[in-house]
């Protein structure tokens, strides 16, 4: 059984451009989150996607838009790329029942470098 | 709002000895709390998390945590380190379906 994929594992941008994240989640879960996890931090929520609408957003500048597919599949979306945007991009999947103790499970990330 | 807290971003322990890890909660209603860990240049693994079925909870690769309400927190414990332990680990708090995460705390086991 295949846990939740990204992809890419690593990219390199300059500020001011635009990037794309991938990420599939586990077999069988519906809902995706982004957080992005910056250097020596703890994650910090981006959005959650569920039945293609973002179902709730953190505190995250509008540069930052996601999708999510029919196949529960997700994309992350930054545009006007800033220095502070490098960090590590993670993705976890889970199932939705309503109940916040879902378990969250996580991709491997995709590191970005914004020079 | 919820947070948590970690108390000590940064733990050494030597092999085989106990390992503490703290985290204090901050909650208006009964929390549901977790531990994950992340071994360097990977994503995070979950450990263990309450859901208040059980105060103790035992969770993979010999941890346990318990949770207590009078102090609000939610330590994070191993009788006996290896060195396979070494690695970050965040505590982290479910919040209307996001996880708040702490600043994490980073294990050096010693030989």
């Known amino acids: 059984d295949a846990g939740v994929t990204q992809s890419p594992t690593h990219l390199i941008k300059t500020r001011g451009q635009q990037v794309t994240l991938r990420c599939s989640p586990k077999?069988?879960?519906?809902?995706v989150s982004w957080y992005q996890q910056a250097l020596g931090q703890g994650p910090q929520f981006i959005f959650q996607?569920?039945?293609?609408?973002?179902?709730q957003r953190g505190n995250f500048p509008d540069r930052f838009s996601g999708h999510q597919f029919p196949n529960y599949s997700s994309e992350l979306n930054v545009n006007a790329l800033l220095l502070g945007d490098s960090a590590l991009y993670l993705c976890?999947?889970?199932?939705?029942?309503?109940?916040?103790?879902?378990?969250?499970?996580f991709g491997p990330g995709t590191r970005l470098l914004v020079l | 709002a919820q947070s948590v807290t970690q108390l000590g971003s940064h733990v050494s322990v030597s092999e085989g000895a106990l390992v503490l890890l703290r985290c204090n909660y901050s909650?208006?209603?009964?929390?549901?709390l977790f531990w994950y860990v992340q071994y360097p240049n990977q994503g995070l693994q979950l450990l263990l998390k309450?859901?208040?079925?059980?105060?103790l909870v035992k969770g993979i690769n010999g941890f346990e945590a318990e949770f207590k309400k009078s102090e609000t927190s939610f330590h994070l414990t191993k009788p006996s380190a290896h060195m396979s332990d070494a690695a970050e680990y965040f505590c982290?708090?479910?919040?209307?379906?996001?996880?708040?995460f702490g600043t994490g705390t980073r294990l050096q086991v010693f030989p």
């Open positions: 976890a999947s889970s199932f939705w029942t309503g109940d916040s103790q879902e378990t969250q499970y």
């Open positions: 309450y859901t208040s079925a059980a105060t």
């Open positions: 982290a708090v479910s919040g209307t379906d996001k996880l708040i």
């Open positions: 077999s069988g879960h519906d809902t």
């Open positions: 996607y569920y039945e293609e609408e973002e179902r």
């Open positions: 909650s208006s209603v009964p929390p549901y």
